[in-house]
């Protein structure tokens, strides 16, 4: 049963401040998210949509952004690519405090100056 959904866009190019003050990376990503790819279109676009996966996950608990820190979501790909959305720590319990055991599904995409992410909540 699908408990939660969560959508949100963001723009790509306001990540360009962030991705010149490492400690704005720090403290909003997790250690898992972080990229060394030199190409910065490439950071951009990665960070952008992975902000965006924080912010549906958030919607989809229904909580917004509040009492979990953005760090303990993260963005973790498979070999072949695909998202995973992961959560550890304050996510983690806010998740199980207000739907108990679920799956989480998650999808990026970004064009141009956009980047968007759903999450979906789903009850084993």
């Known amino acids: 049963m699908i408990c939660g959904i969560g959508i949100d866009m963001t723009t790509v190019e306001r990540f360009l401040k962030w991705i010149e003050k490492p400690e704005m990376i720090e403290r909003f990503f997790n250690k ?23 912010e549906a996950f958030g919607k989809a608990l229904g909580t917004g952004i509040t009492g979990f820190n953005l760090v303990d979501v993260y963005i973790k790909s498979e070999a072949n690519g695909k998202p995973v959305l992961k959560v550890t720590g304050s996510a983690e319990k806010m998740l199980k405090k207000i739907y108990g ?3 989480l599904h998650v999808s990026l995409s970004h064009e141009r100056n956009n980047a968007i992410a759903i999450v979906i909540i789903e009850k084993k």
């Open 32 to 54: 898992e998210e972080m990229t060394t790819n030199p190409n910065i279109v490439f950071q951009k676009e990665h960070y952008a949509a992975r902000f965006a996966a924080k």
């Open 101 to 103: 055991d679920c799956t």
